[in-house]
């Protein structure tokens, strides 16, 4: 295996992306980041890689998607990403990534991690955004508006991800954990910091789709019952949350239907393993081993 590092006092390189861009795609590979602010905006395609950081490791960029380019045209959600990871095995530990643009209402979508990768695992990752903090691929197969999509991996096949996400913490604001990947979030802190939404799940009913276990909801200074935990960015998107923890933030409902999509409201899955939100999306324990068999 390839082992890399990255600082400031003599490393192999000093910057991340240097790195990244040193390993062979079919390389295995280990990149070890030492302690320290990294202003990068970060691309990697790799086989197999692992990016750990060693200490307080930051790794911050501030895109945002009204942003106009040369060309004239708005930047997108999919352009705006702090660090994006495509190929087929990565591990992410003891990181935080952010994207600093700022509120959603001023600056659209604003990504910290865009996943596109096989299997995912990370560790006591710390994201940090706004509107859109982290976009689990697939995208859907069709946008709503022209150009939407335009970014890495818009024009490839889809194909269902898997991600594992233990520890750490995930805070943003509308739709901030979202796409069509099935994910496993295990004793992260969610943590909410403008109204909104917290999961925007767009995969399949035959899928598994988000479940959240263990993990704590948390009010980031938003009033009280000013965020739901799902709406689905498509008809049949699915969350599941089991044995976790919520704030006074979380709307009672739980769950919205997208603006303007309310017949679709049915196709949607949310599920829960109290009657906290209503007998209706009630999940049995019999249905919440079977998932969580899945990963």
Not at 102 to 121: F, T
Not at 169 to 183: C, H, L, P, T, Y
Request: negative net charge; hydrophobic residues 35%; aromatic residues 12%.
């Amino acid at each position: 295996m390839l082992t890399l590092t990255v600082g400031r006092n003599g490393e192999d390189y000093y910057r991340i992306q240097e790195a990244l861009d040193a390993v062979p795609y079919n390389e295995k590979a280990e990149i070890i980041v030492s302690e320290g602010f990294y202003k990068e905006k970060l691309f990697a395609d790799k086989k197999d890689l692992t990016l750990r950081g060693e200490g307080d490791v930051t790794i911050s960029f501030s895109d945002w998607a009204k942003e106009i380019m040369p060309d004239g045209i708005k930047r997108g959600t999919f352009r705006t990403y702090s660090a994006f990871f495509s190929g087929e095995r990565l591990k992410l530990e003891n990181l935080r990534i952010e994207n600093t643009a700022g509120c959603g209402k001023d600056v659209g979508q604003a990504l910290a991690l865009y996943l596109d990768v096989d299997y995912a695992e990370l560790n006591q990752v710390e994201l940090f955004g706004h509107q859109d903090t982290l976009f689990l691929a697939p995208l859907p197969e069709k946008e709503r508006e022209k150009r939407g999509f335009y970014g890495p991996r818009c024009f490839s096949k889809r194909k269902l991800n898997k991600v594992i996400y233990t520890g750490g913490s995930i805070e943003g604001g509308v739709d901030f954990i979202f796409g069509g990947a099935d994910a496993l979030f295990r004793g992260v802190r969610i943590i909410s910091n403008e109204p909104g939404y917290v999961s925007a799940p767009s995969g399949y009913r035959k899928d598994t789709g988000f479940v959240f276990i263990n993990c704590s909801f948390e009010n980031g200074g938003v009033d009280k019952e000013s965020v739901y935990l799902m709406r689905p960015w498509r008809a049949e998107g699915k969350s599941t949350f089991i044995r976790c923890s919520y704030s006074d933030h979380i709307n009672p409902k739980g769950f919205i239907a997208w603006a303007g999509l309310e017949e679709e409201e049915d196709l949607a899955s949310f599920s829960v393993d109290s009657n906290l939100f209503g007998e209706k999306y009630r999940i049995s324990e019999g249905d919440i081993e079977e998932i969580l068999n899945r990963f």
